[in-house]
């Protein structure tokens, strides 16, 4: 018997840069969103006897991708077993269909699919809680794939919060074949807010940070927040999140010599904290009209109550006026823009030290934009980078307007899919492809 998981991808609808923790990592915010784009993990496993050690092997299409220990799926089932007390023998296969170190949380994706996968295929599960550790040792976009839909990430964006549902609405990920590295990002990110001049190059090669144990709620099951230590008590808002991640005492008790904050001076300003915290309050203000914690119990959710939307094909039934879904998306997604950081809006602070790198980027976004003319078709409510990047996504009020945006694209030389943004109740409606 084998199990396999739709393992869909994400963006980054927003995201902003912090100071510089006491672990050494940046403090950010930013709104993740799940896609239909996905790729393909199938998991067969059987159990061994007592006294037996694991084995784990893995394959895929993709010879880009790592097959030994080094791959998020191994070191999550690895890990997994471990944390159950359990010794198995497990085989795993990718079928990749998403960019490969694209910005899209692909592999990290694949890293929750595999646990998703081996649960049902043993028969044991592990408590909610203790899953979204796991996986925030994994990898810190790992947690986010455990809720889907609609997700607020704080800390190092393992710190998760479930939000109301956008729509289904029409997306387009344009797909450049362009490397970004993450690390030399925040390099740049560094030396911009310190006033220096960010380094003029950099390898190209996507760099992933080191994993740090999770240490906040958020999961299908609809825990309450008290069973995590450190976490705001039950029924505090995501808000709270947002002192504990980025405020001036993740600094006073830093354990970084003071050379070392001096050096970091510029990234732990006042003025950056309360950007960041103006971020996560236009943010969590999306929630305000229900309980995003509590777990309705409903088959094919994830346990998290949700705001009820139109379905895609019988909005789209109607062509011969403005739809329910196109006027629900554009008011959700225009509220974020116009309620973001000063007279910026909502963005993603990659970009101003990405784009100057790679100015091809830059390009692909107004491409994703459009300008709006007579004829051209195709105009985006909302376009940024996904992450430090190399993705970038666009979102629209109609297919027609994602098509027309999607061959403009296309037109230029760079690859881009079509596919629309995934809700939390189909999100695990659809998990498993059998």
Same mark, same amino acid.
């Given at each position: 018997?084998?199990?396999t998981?739709?393992?869909?991808?994400?963006?980054n609808?927003?995201?902003?840069?912090?100071?510089?923790?006491?672990?050494?990592?940046?403090?950010?915010?930013?709104?993740?969103?799940?896609?239909?784009?996905?790729?393909?993990?199938?998991v067969?496993?059987?159990?061994?006897?007592?006294?037996?050690?694991?084995?784990?092997?893995?394959?895929?299409?993709?010879?880009?991708?790592?097959?030994?220990?080094?791959n998020?799926?191994?070191?999550?089932?690895?890990?997994?077993?471990g944390?159950?007390?359990l010794?198995?023998?497990?085989?795993?296969?990718?079928?990749?269909?998403?960019?490969?170190?694209?910005?899209?949380?692909a592999?990290?994706?694949?890293?929750?699919?595999?646990?998703?996968?081996?649960?049902? *295929?043993? /028969?044991?599960?592990? #408590?909610? &809680?203790? @899953?979204?550790?796991? =996986?925030?040792?994994? %990898?810190?976009?790992? !947690?986010?794939?455990?809720?889907?839909?609609?997700?607020?990430?704080?800390?190092?964006g393992?710190?998760?919060?479930?939000?109301?549902?956008?729509?289904?609405?029409?997306?387009?990920?344009?797909?450049? *074949?362009? /490397?970004?590295?993450? #690390?030399? &990002?925040? @390099?740049?990110?560094? =030396?911009?807010?310190? %006033?220096?001049?960010? !380094?003029s190059?950099?390898?190209?090669?996507?760099?992933?940070?080191?994993?740090?144990?999770?240490?906040?709620?958020?999961?299908?099951?609809?825990?309450?927040?008290?069973?995590?230590?450190?976490?705001? *008590?039950? /029924?505090?808002s995501?808000?709270?999140?947002?002192?504990?991640?980025?405020?001036?005492?993740?600094?006073a008790?830093?354990?970084l010599?003071?050379?070392?904050?001096?050096?970091?001076?510029?990234?732990?300003?006042?003025?950056?904290?309360d950007?960041?915290?103006?971020?996560?309050?236009?943010?969590?203000?999306?929630?305000?009209?229900? /309980?995003?914690?509590?777990?309705?119990?409903?088959?094919?959710?994830?346990?998290?109550?949700?705001?009820?939307?139109?379905?895609?094909?019988?909005?789209?039934?109607?062509?011969?006026?403005?739809?329910?879904?196109?006027?629900?998306?554009?008011?959700?997604?225009?509220?974020?823009?116009?309620?973001?950081?000063?007279?910026?809006?909502?963005?993603?602070?990659?970009?101003?030290?990405?784009?100057?790198?790679?100015?091809?980027?830059?390009?692909?976004?107004?491409q994703?934009?459009?300008?709006?003319?007579?004829?051209?078709?195709?105009?985006?409510?909302?376009?940024?980078?996904?992450?430090?990047?190399?993705?970038?996504?666009?979102?629209?009020?109609?297919?027609?307007?994602?098509?027309?945006?999607?061959?403009?694209v296309?037109?230029?030389g760079?690859?881009a899919?079509?596919?629309?943004?995934?809700p939390?109740?189909?999100?695990?409606?659809?998990?498993?492809?059998?």
């Amino acid at each position: 018997m084998t199990t396999t998981v739709r393992s869909y991808s994400k963006i980054n609808l927003g995201l902003a840069i912090g100071p510089v923790r006491g672990d050494g990592f940046h403090g950010l915010a930013t709104m993740y969103q799940t896609l239909g784009l996905h790729d393909l993990v199938t998991v067969s496993a059987r159990m061994l006897g007592a006294g037996a050690a694991s084995r784990i092997s893995l394959t895929t299409n993709d010879k880009r991708v790592p097959v030994d220990a080094r791959n998020t799926c191994w070191k999550m089932v690895e890990r997994a077993l471990g944390r159950l007390g359990l010794a198995a023998e497990v085989a795993i296969h990718i079928e990749k269909r998403l960019p490969v170190q694209g910005g899209m949380g692909a592999g990290s994706a694949n890293a929750a699919a595999a646990l998703l996968g081996l649960e049902r *295929e043993l /028969g044991f599960a592990l #408590p909610g &809680a203790e @899953r979204l550790r796991l =996986a925030g040792e994994v %990898g810190s976009d790992v !947690p986010l794939f455990l809720l889907g839909g609609a997700v607020l990430g704080l800390g190092r964006g393992e710190m998760v919060f479930a939000m109301p549902d956008f729509p289904r609405t029409w997306c387009v990920v344009a797909v450049p *074949e362009v /490397g970004v590295s993450t #690390p030399q &990002a925040f @390099r740049d990110w560094d =030396a911009l807010a310190s %006033g220096a001049k960010a !380094p003029s190059s950099h390898s190209g090669v996507y760099g992933t940070a080191e994993a740090v144990p999770l240490t906040a709620p958020g999961d299908e099951s609809g825990f309450q927040p008290s069973e995590i230590s450190g976490h705001p *008590e039950p /029924g505090a808002s995501p808000q709270a999140g947002i002192k504990r991640a980025f405020g001036p005492e993740s600094l006073a008790s830093s354990t970084l010599p003071r050379a070392a904050l001096r050096e970091n001076r510029g990234l732990t300003s006042v003025p950056a904290v309360d950007r960041l915290e103006m971020l996560s309050l236009a943010y969590a203000s999306l929630s305000a009209p229900v /309980g995003a914690r509590t777990g309705d119990g409903k088959a094919g959710t994830s346990g998290i109550v949700r705001v009820e939307v139109p379905d895609l094909k019988q909005v789209e039934s109607d062509r011969g006026q403005t739809t329910a879904m196109n006027d629900l998306a554009e008011d959700a997604l225009l509220a974020l823009v116009r309620t973001g950081i000063g007279n910026r809006g909502l963005q993603n602070d990659f970009e101003d030290v990405v784009f100057p790198k790679h100015p091809s980027l830059r390009q692909i976004k107004r491409q994703l934009m459009g300008d709006g003319s007579a004829g051209s078709g195709g105009t985006a409510v909302y376009a940024a980078l996904s992450g430090s990047g190399s993705a970038l996504f666009g979102l629209y009020r109609s297919e027609a307007d994602a098509v027309a945006a999607q061959r403009r694209v296309q037109e230029s030389g760079c690859k881009a899919l079509l596919t629309t943004t995934l809700p939390r109740t189909d999100y695990w409606r659809e998990m498993f492809a059998e």
